[in-house]
């Protein structure tokens, strides 16, 4: 902000420089950002933000609303809306208002549960729950409600909390929910701490802006399951990834994961506000200890997804996790106030490394993905994940200046409904997505048969039609009739008469299991006598000659030599040395 007032005179130049030496202006090739006014951090995450909708197109012509393009998930979606409403939260700049009530209302699927049908080989629990988490957002933020016709805010955060709580499995691991909904999709039988995660901060929310201490139960057994299966260490408060059932949940995947921790801090701080209770502050206090492990850097002060940034293999997904730690440390510090004195200077040294990076693409000012350990070097890397982290990050320096998240009791809004998403209750397959016909599909029903019994009846006269005749189609015609009734009356004469003789062979006197296997009378000599006595007689095939070689096949010639020309089974791939190898199909979110 400082660097355009000053960058005219000497003076302006040192002023800079003290300041860049203070750590209060970070002046990179794309902003200049002075993290101690707000104004310069909401005219920075205007920047951050309008870049971050670049990448969405689901608002315009041919667009689907509340989907990213490839190679982005339906969850990601989701999750960007709901940093769509923090920018909104946080600046108060409207603009992208109407594109996130487009994308939140138009994903909820049949049951207003976020189960579309259109996900089903996607949609994981963790999936449903991060767009359930946005609209949570949109309820305590009295984002703008929608029109009374359609699904309200908390009303949708209700329905993906009791569809989820319905598949809470008790019969693996004694409870928590698996990764996946539906069964034919990977991860099934894998138990994953972001799904539990998600339900208990969902669950921990909804005790906080209803008071229904039913929410507040299922917080309490969620944290239970989590501490029991050592999925949240005793000791280091780190949160691992997950387990499979099939060692009962017991042979732990010990990667950690920023958002793991991100959202079991967020429930954690829900809960310390509603039950004011010891137990929770320090559940809440060890968590963002554990924390801690995701901040690197000179200081150890930068966030860092530690499980994948150090050696650059962060995939799509985890480019967007320190989005969601950013985000929920903040809003930790508004339900736990003790807290911000420990959480912002890490906030604020993340956010400045952050900006840092925000120098790529065709603008110069994409943001890349590693904030510390980069040398001072922009990585290269641009995507949702990455401007998502750092728009993120940037906004939650300023939290102290917004009002906490709003209580039905303190202003809230949004409509629930207690009874939300009990269609979709037990549910793993896909619902029918056919409605009703309506009377414009009746009637291009109606056009369609009479289009079609025309052609057939034009191909039928086209058939009958002699173009070699003298005769007009009319007498052609009806000669045509003539014919087909006489064959019919001689067929019938025909098949009466041979009827009379099958019928007195071939009566039964005791009934016989058809499928059962029949005897063949007379013995195996006699068989013999009478094929030896039999001529055998040897016929050309038509195309035959002595001068041509008859092909013994219908298949392709190299036939099965020939990779080319033949398909290889699905899942299956043909090797350069025609032999068939499995091909890689892993898939890993």
């Known amino acids: 902000m400082f660097a355009p007032i000053f960058r005219g005179s000497r003076l302006g130049r040192l002023l800079t420089a003290s300041l860049l030496v203070a750590g209060q202006l970070v002046d990179a090739a794309g902003y200049s950002f002075d993290i101690n006014s707000q104004q310069s951090v909401k005219d920075t995450a205007k920047g951050l933000a309008a870049d971050l909708v670049s990448f969405y197109s689901g608002n315009k012509p041919g667009g689907t609303p509340g989907l990213l393009p490839s190679p982005y998930y339906w969850w990601e979606a989701g999750a960007m809306m709901g940093t769509l409403i923090d920018y909104w939260y946080y600046t108060g700049d409207s603009q992208y208002n109407d594109l996130i009530s487009q994308a939140l209302l138009f994903q909820v699927g049949n049951n207003r549960d976020y189960m579309p049908n259109n996900q089903t080989l996607t949609e994981g629990n963790d999936d449903q729950g991060f767009w359930g988490l946005a609209v949570m957002s949109a309820a305590e933020y009295n984002f ?44 099934y039988d894998y138990k994953n701490s972001i799904s539990q995660a998600c339900f208990f901060a969902l669950g921990a929310r909804l005790a906080l802006y209803t008071g229904n201490q039913t929410y507040a139960d299922w917080a309490d057994k969620t944290w239970d399951w989590m501490w029991s ?258 064959t019919m009356a001689g067929g019938a004469a025909a098949g009466a008469g041979t009827g009379v003789g099958v019928a007195v062979r071939g009566r039964r006197t005791s009934p016989v299991d058809e499928k059962a296997v029949q005897m063949t009378t007379g013995s195996v000599s006699d068989r013999d006598s009478t094929i030896q006595d039999s001529s055998m007689a040897v016929h050309h095939v038509r195309s035959e000659s002595t001068n041509s070689t008859r092909r013994q096949s219908n298949m392709p010639l190299g036939w099965p030599r020939n990779s080319i020309s033949r398909p290889g089974p699905v899942g299956q791939a043909i090797s350069s040395e025609d032999r068939i190898e499995p091909a890689d199909a892993h898939h890993n979110r």
């Open 144 to 187: 703008p409600n929608p029109p009374s016709d359609e699904p309200q805010w908390l009303a949708l955060a209700q329905a993906v909390f009791n569809t989820q709580a319905a598949r809470w499995d008790m019969q693996h691991c004694n409870g928590g929910l698996r990764w996946q909904i539906y069964q034919w999709n990977n991860g």
């Open 229 to 486: 299966t050592g999925f949240i260490d005793h000791e280091s408060w780190y949160v691992i990834d997950g387990a499979d059932i099939s060692t009962n949940c017991t042979d732990h995947v010990p990667y950690q994961f920023s958002y793991n921790a991100g959202g079991f801090i967020l429930g954690a701080a829900a809960m310390y506000n509603h039950t004011e209770s010891q137990t929770w502050k320090d559940r809440l206090d060890g968590l963002i200890k554990g924390s801690q492990v995701f901040f690197t850097g000179d200081n150890n002060d930068i966030m860092e997804e530690v499980a994948c940034e150090p050696v650059d293999r962060c995939n799509t997904d985890q480019q967007s996790f320190k989005a969601y730690l950013s985000r929920w440390l903040a809003v930790a510090t508004q339900w736990a106030p003790n807290t911000y004195n420990t959480v912002i200077p890490y906030l604020r040294a993340s956010a400045k490394a952050a900006v840092n990076q925000c120098v790529g693409g065709n603008n110069g000012k994409m943001c890349g993905l590693k904030w510390s350990r980069n040398d001072g070097k922009y990585d290269g890397s641009t995507g949702v994940g990455q401007q998502m982290a750092a728009l993120e990050v940037v906004l939650s320096t300023i939290i102290k200046s917004r009002g906490p998240p709003l209580r039905a009791d303190t202003g809230g809004t949004s409509t629930g409904d207690v009874n939300a998403g009990s269609g979709d209750i037990g549910r793993n397959e896909p619902l029918p997505s056919f409605g009703p016909p309506t009377a414009a599909m009746k009637a291009g029903a109606a056009i369609l048969t009479m289009a079609i019994v025309l052609g057939i009846f034009g191909a039928v006269i086209w058939l009958l039609f002699d173009e070699t005749s003298d005769k007009k189609m009319a007498a052609q015609f009806k000669g045509s009739i003539a014919n087909f009734k006489s």
